[in-house]
């Protein structure tokens, strides 16, 4: 059982950044592949960034722009956002699953309570 817990979020302006950061429980942690998704009013969740101890993936809309990283010495995972655009305005969640980097929601076992993020243009 993983618990997660979002934070970081707020009000930005077109091209100003942000640091998200999720904390988890559980013991195996660095086990497990931690994701960001998204959600904007009206809109599917979509995937954002995936970490594993293997690699990083990043949706093409974010590429360049957002970093995930993960201390699993804390047990986070974190994502900067820079250059944000208001199309990155959503509420941003963090997930967690087991095995392999996945890029649908459905694959994501474990989810944190949301945090928004809203950029101003």
């Known amino acids: 059982q993983v618990q997660l817990g979002e934070s970081g979020g707020g009000l930005v302006q077109d091209g100003g950044s942000l640091r998200l950061s999720c904390a988890a429980s559980g013991r195996t942690f660095s086990s497990y592949v931690l994701g960001w998704f998204r959600q904007a009013p009206g809109k599917e969740r979509e995937f954002v960034a995936a970490a594993s101890w293997s690699g990083t993936n990043y949706a093409d809309s974010v590429k360049g722009r957002f970093t995930i990283s993960r201390d699993n010495a804390k047990n986070t995972v974190y994502l900067q956002m820079n250059s944000l655009k208001p199309e990155d305005t959503a509420v941003y969640y963090c997930?967690?699953?087991?095995?392999?980097?996945?890029?649908?929601?459905?694959?994501?076992?474990?989810w944190g309570q949301g945090t928004q993020v809203t950029v101003s243009s």
């Open positions: 997930a967690a699953r087991e095995g392999s980097r996945r890029f649908d929601a459905k694959s994501y076992d474990y």
